[in-house]
């Protein structure tokens, strides 16, 4: 499968089945990869998949209505995964003066972490909508306490959660998303995990997450119990070559150790050959087609809608 870049605007990427990067980041602070992310863009739906830090910026970057997301999926309650919520909640309640409920799906914990969530902004959200300018049911959210299996089927887009093996943290999820005969498959966050490969297998898009630590990393190490949850580069090859994607992507980049994220590709092709591209904030894929854009300027961002 051939792949090539273009500059954004020079050609436009299909919409009907479409994934973005928001974020590709970890829990350390960086500006060029923010927390873990995913638009996926299918069907005529807009669905979020995690939503880390600095996801609504992103969203906004890209000039994504947030009056339109049609639902949010997380994959576990990792702060990392889940601290961009309110912002995206409240911000596109505020700004886009959403009048629907946000439909949230997410392992159990989830509606408990919604009705908190409600009630830790309780004062602002009574203003708004006591003032009249907001829609009592835009700044709700409708959470779904999810097991695996599928958890949303709508206007021929059905998603499935698959349970993943991220211990100590369960239940932790990966998603498929199945349309028009195309499939997507995101990790979550995952070490090597056989319910992941037979989920993935013949996927046209595989959205994997790695962690990268030097070779010879020790358990005695401070970051050693956090590392071995996640899935090496060698392991993620792995992981490609039983699952033979059309392409795979490494998104939720975690390094530990001093190591260096240039190395991830290489250690890699060790012993996967298969198309691989290591993914960066505001990366688009076009499913089941042969381009991926590069990030547009980090500069751009939509004015506020007040």
Partial sequence: MALSAVPLGAQMLPTEFRVTLLGTGAPPMSVTRFGPSTLVEVGGLTLVFDVGRGAAQRLGQLGVSFARIDAVFLTHLHSDHVVGLPDLWLSGWILDRRVTPWPLFGPAGTTAMATHLTEAFAFDIGLRIG?????ADGG????HDVTSGVVYDRGGVRVVAIAVDHAPIAPAFGYRVEYAGRVLVLSGDTRYAPAL???ARGADLLVHEVALAPLNVDSSAAFYRAFVSHTTPEQAASVFRQ???ALAVYAHVVVFGGAD???IVPRTR???RGPLLL???LMSIAVGDTLATPRPSL????????
């Fill in 131 to 135: 003032n009249g300018r907001q829609s």
């Fill in 140 to 143: 709700r959210l409708d959470a």
């Fill in 197 to 199: 490969i037979n989920a």
């Fill in 243 to 245: 699952v033979h994607p």
């Fill in 261 to 263: 994220e240039a190395d």
């Fill in 270 to 272: 060790r012993t996967y």
């Fill in 279 to 281: 993914g960066a904030d």
């Fill in 299 to 306: 500069a751009a961002a939509r004015p506020p809608n007040l």
